[in-house]
């Protein structure tokens, strides 16, 4: 059990596991929709750890990538006739790019600097949305039209529960590969010594640059899930408090855990729901839970469980 | 030819003179010392030498490249690697896994095969991992494998260092401190390592405050005061240097 726990590919496998069983234990929609809301947010955060958990460098603007695959898939279809899937690649294509020129002086900078130059890229972006009202809809947003693939639509929840599902089980694969390759080596040695990993030959500028691509990446494809999930998009979608949505889940989930990444998107998904029972006080109590988690479970809700259970045994 | 040399380098931190032409080659398979009271240069020395500071004046050769304000990734490539004073390990990481990104150089780094751990890529990644496993052998740190690097004793972490720019193959190993922090016995196990180093052909230049480990391992020492080359010679000959008594091991002795 303990050397199965520490396999780098187990949390994969325990992401399948999940996947497959959920469907088995309920079919209602209800459930199916939050699940398929989980496993979207997942893959986001998936995308995000690879930056900030493995190659430690802070974004508080993932949700401008976000916001780029949402509005791909809405203005595509609607505006240009591009068949939705097209412009899900489309998107994608655009936040790398995007990532890519943005990337290289922007992560010259280190710790807060950084965290505010990506906080105002994101900021920049839903601006864009917000201000494009012939393309974009303005602050109202505009509908999505449904995911079509060889005449099959996709609008029930649980066909989109599949996709998202599927589509998080091979992003947190890739996530691991390259967490195991000198690539992900790379990442994490970056986070620990830049100078260290400089003097064994590592060109630091370039593997901060790849891991911010791929994290944006990440982002743009599960930005396209949610908007054609919802079949709605307004400039929320990459709005800053979708930014600090994504770094939360990351760090109370588990930084540098891809495990983690899953639970801290379910936790923050699913908190709201239950905590409906509180009524006026939702919002209070979200707050203190996330508060009591970061102090009993500093290192993140799967690598402090991961901890006491190595403590135990 | 030298595997490394510098030619009358020289650096000035706001208009003092740090170091002021100062040269030295050293050949494969040389144990090189630096030393020196405090602010003597050899800080700066050595950071001229490992690529931090580029000189003001002056060169530095790696064999037969002139390698003068090289950048530190751009020196490791060319064989040049090294240790530091105050541990730069990748604590998050274990011991293997440290050993394993001195690799790097050697590596395909592609970006897509690793998307998709492609065979050829774990082919690769298993040919890293024994070559990490012989390197941590070598250093004598083959059980602590798997073990969390910030979990490691210090001394260990100080050979984990010498491990981890050897496998960069270096043709040229710079090691700031190697004993700073240890004591007796791990600074014996550094020293035992350093040796084996010098024995396979690598030329080590080595800056340190231990006069012992220093008098011991050193094929040659090089001492600088105020920024200038006061002796160079074996450990008897610097040792018999009246100069060298006055400024340095008379403060000690």
């Known amino acids: 059990m303990r050397r199965f726990t520490q396999h780098p590919y187990a949390a994969v496998v325990l992401l399948a596991a999940i996947v497959i069983a959920i469907p088995l234990a309920t ?126 639509r996709a609008r029930t929840p649980l066909a989109w529960y599949w996709i998202s599902g599927v589509t998080l089980i091979v992003g947190a694969l890739i996530a691991v590969n390259l967490i195991e ?81 899953v639970v801290g998107a379910a936790v923050l998904v699913l908190l709201p729901q239950v905590l409906t029972a509180f009524h006026e006080y939702e919002h209070v109590m979200l707050g203190l839970l996330m508060m009591l988690f970061m102090i009993f479970l500093p290192a993140g809700i799967v690598p402090s469980l991961m901890r006491l259970m190595r403590g135990r045994s | 030819m030298s595997a490394i040399a510098a030619t009358d380098v020289a650096i000035a931190f706001g208009g003092v003179a740090a170091v002021d032409g100062v040269s030295f080659a050293v050949e494969p398979g040389e144990i090189f010392a630096v030393i020196g009271p405090n602010g003597a240069g050899k800080t700066s020395l050595f950071n001229i030498v490992a690529g931090i500071y580029p000189p003001a004046r002056g060169r530095v050769a790696l064999g ?37 990104v001195g690799r790097h150089l050697h590596e395909r780094r592609a970006l897509l095969p690793h998307l998709f751990a492609l065979p050829s890529v774990l082919r690769q990644n298993r040919a890293t991992r024994q070559k990490a496993e012989e390197l941590l052998a070598f ?69 340190e405050h231990d006069m012992k480990l220093v008098m011991k391992i050193s094929s040659r020492i090089h001492v600088l005061d105020q920024g200038r080359t006061l002796a160079e010679g074996t450990a008897a000959e610097v040792r018999a240097n009246p100069e060298v008594v006055k400024v340095y091991l008379g403060a000690h002795a």
């Open chain 1, 27 to 152: 079919s209602t929609t209800f459930y199916l929709r939050i699940a398929a809301l989980v496993f979207i947010f997942a893959l986001a955060v998936v995308g995000l750890n690879l930056l900030m958990g493995f190659a430690g460098q802070v974004s508080l603007g993932h949700a401008g990538f976000f916001g780029i695959g949402a509005y791909a898939v809405a203005v595509g279809p609607t505006h240009f006739a591009v068949p939705s899937w097209a412009a899900l690649l489309a998107g994608a294509a655009i936040a790398a790019l995007l990532a890519f020129l943005v990337g290289r002086p922007i992560l010259k900078l280190k710790g807060h600097y950084l965290a505010v130059a990506t906080l105002g890229l994101g900021i920049l972006i839903a601006m864009v949305f917000t201000n494009e009202a012939r393309f974009t809809g303005g602050p109202d947003g505009m509908p999505v039209l449904r995911l079509e693939l060889f005449g099959w």
């Open chain 2, 64 to 100: 037969a490249d002139d390698v003068t304000g090289l950048a530190p990734h751009l020196l490791a490539q060319r064989g040049l690697s090294r240790t530091f004073q105050n541990l730069q390990i990748f604590f998050r990481m274990t011991a293997a896994e440290n050993v394993m």
């Open chain 1, 181 to 261: 390759s000198p690539t992900g080596r790379a990442f994490r040695a970056i986070h620990d010594s830049e100078t260290a990993a400089r003097t064994l030959g590592i060109d630091v500028a370039r593997y901060k640059l790849a891991a911010f691509v791929l994290s944006a990446i990440y982002a743009a494809v599960a930005g396209a899930y949610l908007a054609l999930f919802d079949a709605l998009v307004t400039p929320v979608t990459a709005g800053f408090l979708r930014s600090i949505e994504f770094v939360t889940m990351a760090v109370i989930g588990g930084l540098g855990s891809i495990l983690g990444g």
């Open chain 2, 139 to 207: 250093v004598g740190l083959a059980s602590f494998a798997d073990q969390p690097a910030g979990t490691m004793p210090y001394g260990a972490l100080k050979r984990l260092e010498i491990a981890r720019a050897l496998a960069t193959e270096p043709k040229v190993l710079l090691l700031d401190e190697p004993a700073a922090g240890c004591n007796p016995v791990e600074t014996a196990e550094v020293d035992a390592v350093i040796q084996k180093v010098a024995a396979s052909g690598v030329a080590v230049v080595l800056v």
